[in-house]
């Protein structure tokens, strides 16, 4: 999820100098973050969008292809269209 607390658990999470990557589409305008924590813990927050979506989806679905056994760990769950709320 894009939540406010999905970010905050992400910076609280990061080892000492770690990075967090955030990216997607944002359920809010502004997301606090704990600016203790921040200094305290001196991590990299790094965010952004995926810019040329057909050409990485292409790379992502040949990597999948070429390596099926990685997706049982990746996958959990599916639905079909009529359970997706």
């Given at each position: 999820?894009?939540?406010?607390?999905?970010?905050?658990?992400?910076?609280?999470?990061?080892?000492?100098?770690?990075?967090?990557?955030?990216?997607?589409?944002?359920?809010?305008?502004?997301?606090?973050?704990?600016?203790?924590?921040?200094?305290?813990?001196?991590?990299?927050?790094?965010?952004?969008?995926?810019?040329d979506r057909?050409?990485?989806?292409?790379?992502?679905?040949a990597f999948?292809?070429?390596?099926?056994?990685l997706l049982?760990?990746?996958?959990?769950?599916?639905?079909?269209?009529?359970?997706?709320?």
């Amino acid at each position: 999820g894009h939540q406010v607390a999905t970010l905050t658990h992400a910076v609280e999470a990061a080892a000492f100098g770690g990075t967090v990557f955030y990216f997607g589409v944002p359920d809010d305008d502004s997301y606090p973050i704990s600016m203790r924590t921040m200094l305290r813990n001196n991590p990299t927050l790094k965010a952004g969008v995926t810019m040329d979506r057909a050409r990485v989806l292409a790379k992502a679905d040949a990597f999948a292809s070429a390596h099926p056994g990685l997706l049982d760990r990746y996958l959990t769950h599916t639905f079909g269209i009529d359970e997706v709320q």
